[in-house]
């Protein structure tokens, strides 16, 4: 990776941060979360087991029968 400063005069320290947050941003992403499976597909989802998610709520309204 090669710096360069095209205006002023920085300090150590700022080069530093600069080089810090450069290092950060390029560091490795984290790997992608597997594919959600279809609830069309998914069994547990025929036998009423309950999923953690974001309409965990409402799905645990509709399993009591109400």
Avoid: H, Y
């Amino acid at each position: 990776m090669n710096i360069r400063v095209v205006r002023g005069a920085p300090d150590e320290a700022e080069l530093a941060a600069l080089v810090a947050v450069l290092a950060a941003r390029s560091a490795t992403a984290p790997p992608p979360a597997p594919p959600a499976v279809p609830t069309w597909r998914d069994p547990a989802a025929r036998l009423g087991v309950l999923r953690p998610g974001p309409r965990a709520w409402w799905t645990s309204r509709l399993s009591t029968g109400r």
